[in-house]
């Protein structure tokens, strides 16, 4: 099943994607599909972030060769023993196609592309077992970081959390295996990020287990996944793509 959320009327309205259909829904998604009996044209739709959320937790080191360049980038630490987290504020929230900038005294605002993982109902204590049973679908996503601030603060909080920093879509899908997704990242049309998420260092359901031991999931809040390696400046006038196979592309403007 494919799910979107796009506007109608001013306001943001579910749907499920059947080829170039929108059958909207009279809510979310999470519990059951409550089709209204409309439908919208795909190629008329404004698609919004597919998802609702309380919160963004996101990982920060989960590839293998993202850490190495890392070391040199940020804090010359090594590989975790278990999953770094850190939130992104609601501010970050952004569309496909959105348009995301700093303020001037960012030196440096650095794409992540990564594989979101939307959630469906409340999580709380999940056995990595059970973790399907409370995903929604995987997404792409952008962890926009201003990489100097986050490598002078120490806290990650100023840097990863400024406004739009975390462009989410275009759709959630639960027709993919988060074990085995291609994803790419392209800079103005030229491939960046290559990887797969079988590379993952801790994957999404030891990831949910870990999460949920610690704090309570809500419907529509994310996951992000961590990056491959990769990362790298965008300036003024760029265009970012996410790609993960299955889900489509996130395209993003740099302001
Ligand atoms: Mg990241």
Sequence with gaps: M???RVLREGGPVWGV???ERVHTLSKAPYKELAYDGKHLDLKDCTLLAPCEPTKLVCIGRNYYDHISELRDMVDGSGTPEQPTLFLKGLNCLN???GHVGAPEF???LDYEGELGVVIKKRAKNVKAADFADYVLGYTCLND???RDIQKADGQWARGKSMDGFAPIG???TDEIDPANADIETRLNGRVVQKS???LFITGVAKIMEFITAAMTLEPGDVIATGTPAGVGPMKCGDVVEVEIKGVGVLRTYID
Excluded: D, I, Q
């Design 2 to 4: 494919k799910y979107v």
């Design 17 to 19: 994607l059947e080829g």
């Design 95 to 97: 569309h496909p196609e």
């Design 106 to 108: 960012v030196t440096r």
């Design 144 to 146: 926009v970081t201003a």
């Design 170 to 172: 275009p759709l959630v």
């Design 196 to 198: 797969n998420t079988s």
